[in-house]
């Protein structure tokens, strides 16, 4: 199993498989994230990022392996995983009847957070959210409610932070404002891992990266090792990288079909 | 409780009374207001000639056999609403739906022209003929105007686009309901102080209180409620002529949906541009079945996307329709008392429709929800706290109101709502009252439970819409409220309501505890 070396592993994923039925989502995958380290994950549609995702913070079964967290087992410790882990999902459904301020207020309240008034316009602030905070959720748009989210996982200070499609919907200036938090945020000793189809900011932001493919680990670990493992230049792009895994990939089933 | 979730709840509570105060609750209330204030207005008269025709008995049974009618044609185009399918909307005349004002003028012409054809019947037909088999149908849509002016005024507000309209159109509506209101007590109060009348006016009164709901809910499962209605009704009429009569229309029309539904199975979907040329075809080429009209078309899009559910939903409505044929033979005995916990089974199957509450509604929260550190009971209670609140208040309400018109407490009104109520608890009828939250809890559960499970199950609309059916059937009647209102009637003692309720609670228990499971499995 690929770890953090240096540091404690705050997520550790073990020999993780989930069926959909016949299909396998993901098999038998295998990594860890350490604790102030983002973590990326890269796939084609369909390659078992999302249900990796959604196994760790507990929402779906699975089949075999172990998730832990800090630690803990995810299915045997479940509201001790939820309390230090924020999962934002890919689809974002906030609450239709709360305003922004009111889901901060609500995640306070859901985490046993003593926060104040100010800290929440500190937080809307940095996200440029603040003069939207009476504003009905529901109504803000996919980038707004992304940087929403994200203020109500930073408000919580989580020991892990998991992040589907972070970057989806944002406009430069936020996906800016999103890369220079969860940077922040890595500094201050948190364990972040996200998903992307955004290549070249996976490559900007993680320290480490899984490339995954029909549920199967087809690399993983820092990105000048990868590229070194594949004979691959040193000016090889994170994108260059996963095609050449992806179609050898490809090749090799070939092959074994024929 | 958990104080987020005490703050989710206040906040939802919040946003339920705001939803309270829109166009659409308000219009609907006007409307069950004007209509039962019409049929009031038709008993205050009873004594003109014409008016005390209508509440003849041989009147108001045809009334039985049109609401059974009328409530499934309602069914087929209640169900035809499916905005996505731009083929309906050249059936409907509207090209491509893109423009919800369009619509809603079309609806507005709609009713616009069916409050035009009631009135027309009303002035030209009715009045001139004794003949009851038309006088009830003039009764029926006495009660449907009503339904269609509360529909004018929403929709004629709906049409008026700009925004500077839409304080006007707020203002209608209040006043609609304000003059519907004060007209309603005004005439109870007036006509429950005559004491005579109460018992005279029962078969009236259960007509309001059965059909009414039935006209405001846009029910998709006419049938059924149909059914329903008409056990219910003829049981209250004590007759059992019409309901073999209506089991035998039953009957009919199942086999001509069984047969219609086999033909339309290896149909496809008509095209759009058949559609713009006023052509509506079933069937692949060589097998075609042409449908110009466009009631029969909808009636048989109905059937193609659904005929499973639709003879599931037939074949279970006349079961319990036959299974009151029996009681209806009886005039006395301990069956009479079932009148009133059948009423409120029926009310409780249509407040729990008119909320229309389940957990496919809040799937993405319950994303949301599932991620706190919270345990499932938590969450669970969270779920259901307001909508089964809300259901037992209104349940509450009903059965006081259906127990406040039956003769044995007929000073309802007179010596006020609280004096009923301790009478009641005084009788044991108010255990029942114990029993309406764990049945109301029961339902709820099994209602989501099965719609969690079908969820990930059934793929195809056709099977999901099944699963709806079976969901209601199994869920309301079969499994609660009708075995625990009948076996609290059946007993009238305090001993049999007391087990009633202590299996009803045992249920909802069970049921709770395992929709958490699935709930928590549930891959959202």
Not at chain 1, 102 to 129: C, G, P, R, V, W
Not at chain 1, 142 to 170: N, W, Y
Not at chain 2, 137 to 149: C, N
Request: glycine content about 8%; proline content about 4%; overall charge positive.
């Amino acid at each position: 199993m690929e770890t953090g070396n240096e540091k404690s592993a705050c997520v550790e994923v073990c020999r993780l498989t989930k069926k959909y039925g016949t299909r396998y989502a993901v098999k038998d995958l295998s990594f860890s994230v350490a604790s102030g380290e983002i973590f990326g994950i890269a796939g084609t549609n369909g390659a078992g990022k999302s249900t990796t995702l959604r196994a760790l913070i507990g929402l779906i079964p699975i089949n075999e392996g172990s998730l832990l967290v800090l630690g803990k087992d995810v299915f045997l410790h479940p509201l001790e995983c939820r309390q230090n882990v924020a999962y934002i999902p890919e689809l974002l459904n906030p609450f239709p009847f709360l305003t922004v301020w009111e889901h901060l207020q609500f995640t306070a309240l859901a985490y046993n957070i003593k926060s104040s008034d100010e800290e929440f316009s500190t937080l809307l602030q940095t996200m440029e959210l603040l003069d939207r905070a009476n504003q009905l959720a529901s109504t803000l748009s996919r980038g707004m409610l992304q940087k929403m989210f994200f203020a109500c996982a930073l408000l919580r200070k989580p020991s892990v932070i998991i992040f589907d499609e972070p970057f989806t919907g944002l406009d430069p200036k936020g996906i800016r404002l999103v890369k220079g938090m969860l940077r922040e945020a890595a500094r201050a000793g948190t364990g972040i891992l996200i998903c992307s189809h955004l290549l070249p900011l996976l490559e900007e932001v993680c320290e480490r990266v899984l490339i995954l493919d029909q549920g199967q680990n087809l690399a993983c670990g820092r990105i000048d090792e990868l590229r070194l493992n594949q004979g691959l230049p040193n000016n090889a792009t994170l994108e260059e990288l996963f095609f050449n895994l992806v179609e050898a990939r490809e090749k090799a089933d070939l092959c074994n079909l024929l | 409780m958990q104080p987020a979730l005490r703050f989710l709840l206040r906040r939802e509570g919040v946003r339920r009374l705001r939803d309270f105060y829109s166009d659409w609750t308000l219009s609907k209330i006007t409307a069950a207001l004007l209509s039962g204030g019409g049929i009031w207005l038709a008993w205050h008269f009873r004594e003109h000639r014409f008016l005390s025709e209508l509440s003849q008995p041989a009147v108001l049974f045809p009334v039985l056999f049109f609401s059974i009618l009328l409530a499934g044609f309602r069914s087929f185009v209640g169900a035809r609403k499916n905005y996505e399918n731009s083929a309906e909307d050249y059936f409907i005349g509207l090209g491509p739906f893109n423009d919800e004002a369009k619509y809603r003028y079309l609806m507005f012409r709609r009713k616009a022209a069916a409050l035009f054809l009631t009135l027309c019947f009303f002035l030209l037909v009715g009045r001139k003929s004794n003949n009851p088999f038309l006088l009830s149908l003039l009764f029926y849509s006495m009660a449907g105007a009503g339904v269609y002016l509360g529909g004018l005024a929403e929709n004629l507000g709906r049409s008026m686009e700009q925004r500077s309209f839409d304080r006007c159109r707020r203002l209608l509506v209040l006043l609609l309901f304000a003059l519907g209101t004060t007209y309603l007590i005004f005439i109870t109060r007036r006509s429950l102080t005559e004491e005579p009348g109460l018992i005279k006016i029962w078969p009236e009164i259960s007509f309001i209180l059965f059909q009414t709901p039935s006209h405001l809910s846009h029910l998709t499962d006419g049938p059924l409620f149909a059914a329903i209605e008409t056990a219910v009704l003829g049981f209250a009429f004590r007759t059992s002529g019409w309901m073999i009569v209506c089991l035998a229309l039953g009957i009919l029309f199942l086999c001509l949906c069984r047969s219609l539904s086999k033909h339309l199975k290896r149909s496809c979907e008509p095209s759009v541009e058949n559609f713009s040329a006023g052509v509506r075809t079933f069937g692949k080429s060589g097998n075609r079945l042409i449908i110009r009209h466009p009631i029969l078309w909808s009636i048989a899009k109905m059937i193609q996307r659904n005929p499973r559910g639709l003879i599931f939903g037939l074949v279970s409505s006349l079961f319990f329709a036959l299974l009151w044929v029996p009681v209806s033979l009886f005039d006395s005995g301990p069956f009479n008392d079932c009148i009133i916990p059948l009423a409120i089974a029926g009310f409780g199957l249509l407040l729990q429709r008119f909320i229309c509450y389940d957990f496919r509604i809040c799937f993405p929260v319950l994303g949301q929800l599932r991620l706190l550190p919270l345990r499932w009971i938590h969450l669970l209670a969270a779920m259901l706290f307001w909508p089964v609140l809300v259901s037992v208040l209104l349940q509450w309400m009903v059965m006081i109101a259906i127990r406040g018109f039956d003769r044995t407490v007929r000073h309802f009104w007179i010596d006020g709502p609280f004096e009923t109520v301790r009478n009641m608890s005084l009788t044991g009828f108010g255990l029942v009252f114990l029993l309406i939250p764990a049945v109301t809890l029961t339902g709820f559960c099994v209602w989501n439970l099965h719609y969690l499970r079908l969820f990930q199950k059934q793929e195809t609309s056709a099977e999901k819409a099944t699963g709806e059916i079976d969901v209601k059937v199994l869920g309301f009647l079969g499994l609660s409220f009708v075995p625990a209102a009948l076996i609290a009637s059946f007993f009238n003692s305090q001993p049999g309501i007391f087990s009633a309720i202590a299996t009803q609670m045992v249920i909802a228990l069970v049921l709770c505890r395992r929709l958490a499971v699935v709930f928590n499995k549930l891959y959202i």
